[in-house]
């Protein structure tokens, strides 16, 4: 498994381009990341994981502009838009109706998709160099704990990983909240 730092996070973007996949930090956990438009990467990430992939993933963004194409506005109220974007950026993971842009295999079996703007500076800044959002499900086999170090990812996954982005998580004692944006219920606490 390679590894990358903050110095280094245009290679590690470079990598994910190239259909790799990657570990990186987030607000609580390591996730695990691809280009959610790479169906292979996709596959290889789900097959790590040993997850089921009618599941689904959330994806992560740098800002609102990475994210706003996967959502279908027709159905989203400026309303409901004003509340998610002044939690925006920040360790709150949205479910909105998805657009015709989001691949089927990102959302699985669900109608919606889960969609972040992080604040945490590692994860925005390979999301930048990216230039586009990436897939994030927690760095784990199924059923196991989410990696919190990179020690865990290299003894979770080995060589089967591409890479990690050995940078801090966030500081969160648990993943982020997921709320449904049209009705605010509570998916994920």
């Known amino acids: 498994m390679r590894r990358f730092d ?13 259909g790799g996949v990657l570990a990186y930090p987030t607000e609580a956990v390591f996730g695990l990341g691809c280009d959610p438009h790479d169906r292979g990467a996709f596959e290889r990430l789900f097959a790590l ?5 009618t599941q689904g993933v959330l994806l992560i963004a740098s800002d ?3 994210v706003e194409r996967y959502i279908d506005r027709a159905q989203v109220p400026d309303a409901v838009l004003v509340q998610v974007l002044a939690s925006w950026p920040g360790p709150n993971t949205w479910i909105f109706p998805r657009s015709a842009e989001v691949p089927d295999w990102v959302a699985g079996a669900h109608a919606g998709i889960a969609l972040r703007v992080t604040a945490h500076d590692p994860a925005a800044a390979l999301c930048r160099a990216f230039g586009a959002p990436l897939v994030s499900t927690s760095a784990n086999p199924h059923g196991e704990p989410p990696a919190r170090d990179v020690a865990t990812l290299e003894r979770y996954f080995g060589e089967r990983l591409d890479a990690a982005l050995d940078a801090p998580l966030g500081g969160l004692d648990r993943p982020t909240v997921i709320r449904d944006a049209l009705s605010g219920a509570m998916i994920r606490a």
């Open 6 to 18: 903050l110095s280094s996070v245009g290679e590690a973007a470079a990598l994910l381009r190239e």
């Open 49 to 53: 994981k040993g997850r089921p992939a």
């Open 64 to 66: 609102f502009a990475q």
